[in-house]
């Protein structure tokens, strides 16, 4: 017998190989449907080292898959264990698929990586077809520059398990920025399975600002954050370079090294934050958005996540994104400074400090995100709601519902 809605479980899928980005998306979205769904309950596999780290709702919690990290040369590796990469996808893959058994979900939902770390869903994703279970697949609004996406896509061969297994893409930005699969080779089947749902609106976190912040909260000033901050260090360097050279600009400065950033370069930097009156820096905050809410500008890589930020809490930004090993942020932002919602500085060859502290003079009469009307532009959040609704509402065939 089928659940009803008022008992339906959902699973996401991380892999989580570096940085915050994947499994904050997936945070918000679990929240996001606890909390509009009673007895709706929500299961997080994800690799993130620090997801231990972060507050979750009730109804919401997590299973911590070894985690791995990804080398220069492009290979992964264990990021604790003694084990050979292969054991490690092993292991993995094996806890996806027991957890999802026993879970037995409703709707996995999967992010970014359609099967997974090397594959390792590839099994849970087959398993659980027969049972009924809606297989969806959720990309950020932009992966990758076209070319090298479908080189990507061509070695690790998504595309049968689009075809075949997964009943729904859904992107979680507008078209009016990306089409993120665009320059892969995709059937009519396959494009027909593709929902744009708008971007995830960030939710306001209560409680006490970090101690360490407060005094910042007393006057105006600028959120500088590298999301993570494993490849952050020319953006920090290139602030305090602003700062080093002009004591006068308009605003203090709130700098959130990220909980990456290696930490001879993180101590490298506080002494030069410490030489500074206006300017202050934390570690890491898991409340990150309660900063940005109160922050007068945003200066940012442009991640997934924070470009969300800067349009749910409207601040002025200046976006530097990297455009190594992806050019995600590069194609986001400028995308995003085409239709007015951002400003970007590309950073190519030397940084100058005069540079970055023209963009941050200007900023007090920089245009808000929301002085650009883009219809749907934040409806990501009630779309992927009303869809998960509606997948639960049909419930699930019984011939399929046997565990």
Same mark, same amino acid.
């Given at each position: 017998m089928g659940r009803n809605t008022g008992d339906a479980r959902v699973l996401i899928y991380s892999h989580d190989t570096f940085g915050l980005g994947h499994l904050r998306r997936c945070r918000t979205i679990a929240h996001s449907l606890v909390a509009r769904t009673n007895r709706l309950s929500v299961l997080i596999l994800s690799g993130s /080292?620090?997801?231990g780290s972060f507050d979750f709702a009730s109804r919401v919690d997590f299973v911590r898959v070894p985690g791995v990290i990804k080398l220069r040369n492009g290979e992964y590796s264990s990021s604790s264990l003694a084990l050979d990469i292969a054991e490690v996808v092993d292991m993995r893959a094996s806890i996806v698929r027991h957890t999802a058994e026993v879970f037995d979900p409703d709707v996995f939902v999967v992010d970014k990586e359609p099967l997974g770390l090397r594959g390792e869903i590839h099994d849970t994703l087959r398993v659980l077809k027969p049972r009924g279970t809606r297989l969806v697949l959720g990309l950020r609004d932009v992966m990758d520059d076209p070319a090298a996406l479908a080189t990507e896509w061509r070695r690790k061969n998504p595309? /049968?398990?689009l075809r075949d297994l997964y009943d729904d893409i859904l992107v979680y930005g507008l078209p009016e920025i990306c089409n993120p699969l665009a320059g892969v080779d995709l059937s009519r089947q396959i494009i027909d399975k593709v929902t744009y749902t708008g971007y995830l609106r960030s939710r306001y976190p209560t409680g006490q600002p970090p101690s360490d912040a407060v005094r910042l909260f007393?006057?105006?000033y600028v959120l500088v954050t590298p999301g993570g901050g494993g490849d952050g260090e020319e953006l920090i360097d290139w602030v305090l370079a602003a700062y080093e050279n002009d004591s006068n600009l308009p605003y203090g400065a709130l700098i959130v090294f990220g909980?990456?950033?290696h930490p001879r370069r993180r101590a490298r930097f506080r002494s030069r934050v410490d030489k500074l009156e206006r300017v202050e820096a934390l570690t890491f905050e898991t409340r990150v958005e309660q900063l940005m809410a109160n922050a007068a500008g945003v200066v940012a890589m442009g991640g997934y996540n924070t470009f969300c930020e800067i349009l749910t809490f409207d601040r002025p930004a200046i976006i530097v994104p990297r455009r190594r090993p992806r050019m995600e942020q590069f194609i986001r932002a400028s995308r995003a400074q085409s239709l007015g919602l951002v400003r970007m500085l590309s950073g190519d060859?030397?940084?100058?400090p005069g540079e970055m502290a023209e963009a941050l003079r200007a900023m007090p009469s920089q245009p808000r995100p929301s002085d650009v009307v883009v219809p749907g532009l934040l409806?990501?959040?009630?779309?992927?709601?009303?869809l998960v609704e509606g997948w639960l509402s049909l419930g699930r065939a019984p011939s399929r519902r046997s565990a």
């Open positions: /080292p620090i997801i595309v /049968p398990a007393n006057e105006p909980p990456f950033m060859g030397k940084r100058q409806d990501g959040l009630d779309r992927v709601h009303n």
